[in-house]
């Protein structure tokens, strides 16, 4: 199973992206309006300039994690990458896991999405935030390490009424 962190965690980049864009044409549009030749120029360039790096601070960066980061559960271990560049990532034995876990809040539940929570023996747990069906994924887990079928997926018609 492979699994990337769910999207709702691009929602805070992509609403700064939104109001940094109104805010950026607000002000080269009054640049437009209201700057003499050389100055308008100087000031768009400037106005251009600052949009950009909060763009590429405040939503690529968090983009290119989001796109990079996974967890990865085999039928031997739980891996975890990270990284475009310089790649960083750990492995969890199966025999190795003392329990698994997962939390969902109101939000979460909305969103089916969840923090799953993995306890190796002699170290302290791990928390992979944002999984995509926690709940399944939990199941799955669980079933690789303890041998348990995984509990059947509810497949749900917009979350509302289920299907069959």
């Given at each position: 199973?492979?699994?990337?962190?769910?999207?709702?965690?691009?929602?805070?980049?992509?609403?700064?992206?939104?109001?940094?864009?109104?805010?950026?044409?607000?002000?080269?549009?009054?640049?437009?309006?209201?700057?003499?030749?050389?100055?308008?120029?100087?000031?768009?360039?400037?106005?251009?300039?600052?949009?950009?790096?909060?763009?590429?601070?405040?939503?690529?960066?968090?983009?290119?994690?989001?796109?990079?980061?996974?967890?990865?559960?085999?039928?031997?271990?739980?891996?975890?990458?990270?990284?475009?560049?310089?790649?960083?990532?750990?492995?969890?034995?199966?025999q190795r896991v003392a329990g698994v876990r997962y939390k969902r809040g109101m939000l979460d539940r909305?969103?089916?999405?969840?923090?799953?929570?993995?306890?190796?023996?002699?170290?302290?747990?791990?928390?992979?935030?944002?999984?995509?069906?926690?709940?399944?994924?939990?199941?799955?887990?669980?079933?690789?390490?303890?041998?348990?079928?995984?509990?059947?997926?509810?497949?749900?018609?917009?979350?509302?009424?289920?299907?069959?």
């Open positions: 199973m492979y699994r990337h962190p769910h999207w709702k965690m691009l929602i805070g980049p992509i609403i700064v992206v939104i109001f940094a864009t109104g805010i950026a044409g607000v002000l080269i549009g009054a640049l437009e309006a209201n700057a003499p030749g050389g100055a308008r120029e100087v000031g768009m360039l400037a106005v251009v300039c600052v949009w950009a790096l909060v763009v590429s601070r405040r939503f690529v960066r968090p983009y290119v994690s989001w796109w990079r980061t996974a967890l990865v559960i085999t039928t031997h271990r739980i891996a975890i990458r990270e990284g475009l560049f310089k790649r960083r990532g750990f492995d969890i034995p199966l909305i969103a089916h999405t969840g923090t799953l929570c993995i306890a190796p023996i002699g170290e302290p747990p791990f928390e992979f935030a944002h999984v995509p069906e926690a709940k399944l994924t939990h199941a799955v887990l669980y079933h690789q390490i303890f041998g348990n079928t995984p509990a059947p997926r509810q497949r749900k018609f917009f979350g509302l009424v289920k299907a069959r």
